[in-house]
């Protein structure tokens, strides 16, 4: 077998050696970095071969690039390097990966000249002073190949391993069996649609309710795929941490089948969540694990791939076994992993990595996208960008003098953005120029300041320039998809501006176009045109409603044709909706669950039934409720409790809670879960029509019921489960409502008649 590789991505593998340092240090821009490389070459004379193509050979591999410049007058080949301030700060691994860089190339040039030696330069030019910093030394060809081929062997050598590793794991794969002697309901239709997308490159939306093994059902078939549509990774990504959880466990049900399996699987977590150091910075002169980082690196990374399976557990502890950061070992694990199990944000954020790694490696990668009812949400978030006038002037009073000017200058432009609104709340049709231009000047100014000083600067400053640099590069990006607004606050002298993206999908298709496949999975994703174009699916987008395991007979829905929980008629709802919550209670006592629109409907609605009927066992969630909070909660629905607990629709109970068999047999649902009339949201809807036609269900009634059918998605959870969900509105009787509804629901029309006090 024989590979290629370009020169600098050889010396990246082979020869990264020293501390790991992620001190913030202002890098020159892509556009600066071409223009300095231009001033260098300029300034060199007659005779000076720019950008030279250069080749060689090592048994079994082929290395090719291009030398920034090669001066034979003066035999002298050079490596040009752009920066900001001082070049002592340039971190000592990255000189040494820029003297590797050169002297591969030296090598090469040797070799393909005849030179006995070469002079080796590596220029730093500075694009604010342009001034050029040169290190230059002599060296023998002969030494030159030796360092050559010693980077060759190291590549070769994990090369090899890694082609083996891929032809055993496909080898695996192919043997790889459902680990169950038979499909449930349900879960063979998941399957075969999910290979077929990841078998002929579709994008394939899928609506399954749980109870089906939704997560064995789309990795086993994704998986089984791999050998014969050559993928290189998949990405299996959640929106929270239990998904994370069922993806490994139903890994590690089909690795069973084999000892020891070839499929390497990682968990990658969040920094804070793998960090050992919290107190410390990530770089060798405070954190120890940061010290010798990429030294040690090459031995935990082997070690790590030997074993495989690596859970954010495995990791650690191989981690610590060699004395480097957890977390960093996992972000080099991504690159080598055949299947990374990780947040969403990891492939679909601005910056993420396994979408990066993807782009910059050419992967063939598959996505199983997790509870994607979640994504949109979660995206909007992603590409929103925030700035708040209280922190920034508390910012320009502390600010380094050579920053205020440019500061006030952005301060002055701001107070002009809101002069003349009246209102606490107002959607602008663009962003000033003016304060955009005043904005990027202050980016460019702190910039500067940072890479004059970098150390002790103020946390504030830091967290305004990154707030600000996020702000002026989703304001070039602006458009119909995101609004631009500003909110006034109660002195009216101070403002926060909002750019809020509504549709993701502007952001997310370029990403969905890197892959060469992808399912999301949802037990809520209907209308699959609604999840499409706010994701940005590619236009063939495919659909797949899972038969559902459960049948009409275990779940009794009413919906109530004559209560209204409409804003206007809550008063005269509670009475109703109390007593209809007691008669089900006293017909068949046992665990349910009453989600209301807000707060302040469950804690009337609360009081009401308390009162009325106080031997009802009732506990309530609230405003801000910890994480042992919410497990007594759910600890109170036990198999022998009964009572009802009183939440919130869209909250922490409202989906991805487990309460099986008689620890939750019914559900009342006092909400249609839309969305407040708000100015965003109507705002929302506007756009939506404008985009898609179709403003007030996608910015209102699609979310909604999303919420509403998660909520109600609690009662029934495995196939021997019997209950009962009450949909407590007039509304929920509408064709066009009951459409979104699961289809095996058999939706009774049903009215209520309030009982006389003492009947
Ligand atoms: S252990 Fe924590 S502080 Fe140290 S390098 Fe890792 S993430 Fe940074």
Same mark, same amino acid.
């Given at each position: ?26 890098? #020159?821009?892509?556009?600066?970095? @071409? ?30 690039? /291009? ?23 340039? #971190? ?205 690196? #090459? ?35 991504? /690159? ?13 954020? @601005? ?174 994703? %209907? ?45 005269? %709802? ?50 801000? @409720? ?61 756009? @939506? ?71």
């Amino acid at each position: 077998m024989s590979y290629a590789v370009a020169v600098r991505a050889l010396c990246e593998f082979t020869a990264k050696e020293g501390d790991l340092d992620l001190r913030f240090t202002p890098a #020159p821009t892509a556009a600066e970095g @071409m223009a300095g490389h231009s001033t260098v070459v300029g300034r060199r004379g007659a005779g000076y071969v720019a950008e030279m193509p250069l080749a060689g050979a090592y048994p079994g591999l082929l290395v090719s690039g /291009r030398a920034d410049g090669y001066d034979p007058a003066q035999n002298l080949l050079e490596e040009i390097k752009t920066h900001r301030g001082d070049v002592a700060r340039i #971190p000592a691994n990255h000189r040494l990966l820029h003297w590797a860089q050169v002297k591969v190339y030296g090598w090469l040039l040797c070799d393909g000249l005849g030179l006995e030696e070469i002079d080796l330069a590596v220029v730093y030019f500075n694009v604010l002073s342009q001034k050029e910093t040169v290190f230059r030394e002599r060296f023998a060809a002969i030494e030159l190949r030796t360092f050559f081929e010693l980077q060759c062997a190291r590549f070769v050598a994990w090369a090899e391993q890694e082609t083996a590793h891929r032809l055993a794991r496909n080898a695996s794969l192919e043997r790889l069996r459902f680990p169950y002697p038979s499909f449930r309901r349900g879960q063979r239709q998941l399957a075969e649609a999910v290979y077929r997308a990841a078998r002929d490159g579709d994008f394939l939306l899928t609506q399954a309710t749980t109870g089906i093994g939704k997560t064995l059902a789309t990795l086993f078939p994704q998986l089984k795929a791999f050998p014969g549509q050559g993928l290189d990774r998949l990405f299996f990504l959640t929106a929270k941490t239990p998904g994370r959880r069922l993806a490994l466990d139903a890994l590690a049900s089909l690795r069973e089948q084999e000892q020891n399996m070839p499929l390497r699987v990682l968990e990658h977590v969040a920094r804070d969540k793998a960090c050992e150091y919290p107190d410390k910075a990530c770089h060798g002169d405070s954190c120890p694990l940061a010290k010798g980082f990429y030294d040690r690196l #090459p031995a935990a990374r082997a070690a790590a791939l030997e074993q495989r399976w690596l859970t954010q557990e495995a990791v650690r502890e191989v981690a610590l076994a060699h004395q480097v950061c957890p977390y960093y070992l996992s972000q080099e694990l991504c /690159r080598w992993s055949d299947v990374v199990v990780g947040d969403y944000n990891y492939y679909f954020d @601005m910056t993420a990595l396994l979408h990066g790694l993807t782009v910059v490696n050419g992967w063939k990668v598959t996505l199983l996208v997790d509870e994607a009812h979640n994504l949109i949400d979660r995206a909007r978030g992603m590409y929103s960008a925030e700035l708040d006038q209280a922190e920034f002037n508390a910012l320009r009073k502390v600010a380094p003098a050579g920053l205020k000017s440019v500061l006030e200058r952005v301060g002055r432009h701001w107070n002009q953005l809101h002069r003349d609104q009246e209102v606490p709340y107002q959607i602008y049709p663009t962003i000033a120029d003016l304060f955009i231009a005043a904005l990027q000047k202050a980016v460019s100014a702190i910039t500067d300041h940072l890479t004059d000083q970098p150390e002790g600067n103020q946390a504030a400053l830091l967290r305004f320039y990154l707030d600000a640099m996020l702000f002026c590069r989703l304001a070039e990006a602006f458009g119909p998809h995101s609004l631009f607004d500003i909110t006034r606050h109660d002195t009216r002298s101070l403002s926060t501006l909002c750019l809020r993206n509504i549709v993701p999908a502007r952001f997310l298709a370029e990403r969905f176009a890197n892959a060469h496949s992808a399912t999301l999975f949802s037990a809520t994703l %209907s209308p699959g045109h609604y999840h499409a174009d706010l994701l940005g699916l590619p236009r063939d987008w495919q659909w797949l409603e899972v038969q559902s395991p459960f049948s009409a007979e275990q779940l009794r829905v009413q919906a109530l044709a004559n209560l209204s929980t409409r804003y206007q008629h809550r008063e005269t %709802s509670l009475a109703p909706i109390t007593d209809l919550m007691a008669r089900q209670f006293h017909q068949q006592p046992g665990n349910y669950l009453a989600f209301f629109s807000s707060y302040a409907y469950l804690e009337q609605a609360l009081d009401n039934f308390r009162r009325a009927h106080p031997g009802i066992p009732v506990w309530a969630q609230s405003r801000s @409720m910890n994480e042992a909070e919410r497990q007594d909660f759910l600890d109170r629905f036990t198999e022998h409790s009964r009572g009802v607990g009183f939440a919130v629709l869209g909250g922490a109970f409202g989906e991805g809670i487990d309460l099986p068999g008689k620890r939750l047999i019914g559900a009342f649902i006092a909400t249609l879960g839309l969305p407040q009339v708000n100015p965003v949201n109507e705002e929302v809807k506007a756009r @939506m029509q404008q985009m898609f036609g179709n403003g007030y269900d996608y910015a209102y009634l699609y979310p909604g019921l999303q919420k509403v059918v998660q909520a109600a998605g609690r009662v029934i959870r495995t196939t021997s489960d019997q209950g009962v969900v009450y949909l407590l509105d007039d509304r929920f009787t509408r064709r066009e409502v009951r459409q979104l509804l699961p289809s095996w629901w058999q939706v009774e029309r049903a009215i209520h008649t309030l009982q006389k006090p003492g009947a």
